[in-house]
């Protein structure tokens, strides 16, 4: 059963920074996009970040500069540190696996369940 568990959310107040983490199991997404969604609430899941397997990464305009994404192929995972937290950066954090990179969260094949992301101003 493949399975995406994302990990590190928390409180942070503006200014601060946060790493979230995604674990998948199941098979290996060596070969996968990666990417980090988020949802805030009353508002539509947007696109943060993807990573395709060369390393090669895209990043919405309004994260540029503060969070970086990086994997590890070896151990599956995906990570995305996240610096100068605004409260606007405030949602549920997904990460997603599929065959193509894509800023549209519908054509991913798995998802995990979210981490939660608090900013106070």
């Known amino acids: 059963q493949v399975q995406l568990v994302e990990s590190g959310g928390g409180l942070v107040q503006a200014g601060g920074s946060l790493r979230l983490s995604c674990a998948a199991s199941?098979?290996?997404?060596?070969?996968?996009?990666m990417a980090w969604f988020r949802q805030a609430p009353g508002k539509e899941r947007e696109f943060v970040s993807w990573i395709i397997p060369s390393g090669i990464r895209y990043y919405t305009d309004s994260v540029k500069g503060r969070f970086t994404i990086s994997r590890d192929n070896a151990r599956n995972t995906v990570d995305l540190q996240m610096n100068s937290l605004k409260p606007e950066d405030a949602a549920i954090y997904y990460c997603?696996?599929?065959?193509?990179?894509?800023?549209?969260?519908?054509?991913?094949?798995?998802w995990g369940q979210g981490t939660q992301v608090t900013v106070s101003a």
């Open positions: 199941g098979r290996t997404f060596s070969d996968a996009t």
């Open positions: 997603e696996a599929g065959r193509i990179e894509t800023m549209e969260y519908r054509q991913y094949d798995y």
